[in-house]
């Protein structure tokens, strides 16, 4: 069965880092980008950044530049975003999402269930 | 920074087309991809590359891009098409964008 499974919720105090791990299954695991996308309550998707599975090349958006980090481990097909410096407003849903590209595009065509982080003093 | 706008919601009766748009700057100049995601669940693509469905998307949605505006098109809508809508782009300055969503009601 092809799917990412997330890691679980988490709860950080503000100034905290959070990792959330997304480990893909049923499929070449290095053959497709994975992407972070985030979803504050009753807000819209942001999408964070993507790690090219292959070679190990990561992309942030500008907002997320200083404090946002991609890896991968290829043997365990895992894929993480850590968060640092996190602060109220990041509490969201989290959501890995499977990329898929032909030239100057992407979608998203696999997503996990969500890890929601929590961030309260 | 690249933005799209969505129409925060719209509403249709049962049977009948849905039309929700997109806009943005020369938008047709680049790919549009929808997804749906009903309440507490997570995205599902349902239109790619401005008209192309995946696997297991029903006929009833269809895509276009053109100009500065792309539409998401569900024909004979049902209660179970009930959800937000997210259109979604890349743009080489600000990567991948998504729009602000629009909750579509069956009354």
């Known amino acids: 069965q092809v799917q990412v499974v997330q890691s679980g919720a988490e709860v950080r105090k503000p100034g905290a880092s959070v990792k959330v791990s997304c480990k893909a299954s049923?499929?070449?695991?290095?053959?497709?980008?994975m992407h972070w996308v985030r979803q504050a309550p009753g807000q819209r998707l942001e999408w964070m950044g993507w790690i090219n599975t292959a070679n190990g090349n990561t992309k942030s958006s500008q907002k997320f530049q200083d404090t946002v980090t991609i890896v991968k481990d290829t043997s365990t097909s895992t894929a993480s975003m850590e968060l640092r410096s996190l602060r109220s407003e990041d509490t969201a849903v989290y959501y890995c999402?499977?990329?898929?590209?032909?030239?100057?595009?992407?979608?998203?065509?696999?997503w996990g269930h969500g890890t929601l982080v929590t961030v309260s003093s | 920074s690249y933005e799209l706008t969505q129409p925060p919601s719209v509403s249709v009766s049962p049977r009948q087309t849905a039309s929700i748009s997109c806009s943005g700057d020369?938008?047709?100049?680049?790919?549009a991809s929808w997804y749906q995601q009903r309440p507490g669940q997570s995205p599902v693509l349902v239109i790619y590359q401005n008209n192309k469905r995946p696997s297991g998307i029903p006929e009833r949605f269809s895509g276009s891009n053109s100009g500065s505006t792309a539409t998401l098109t569900i024909s004979g809508t049902q209660a179970m098409d009930e959800a937000d809508y997210y259109c979604q782009a890349y743009d080489s300055s600000t990567a991948v964008v998504f729009g602000g969503g629009t909750k579509l009601t069956v009354l």
């Open positions: 049923g499929y070449t695991f290095t053959s497709y980008a």
């Open positions: 999402a499977r990329g898929r590209s032909s030239g100057p595009d992407w979608y998203f065509d696999l």
């Open positions: 020369k938008l047709g100049n680049k790919y």
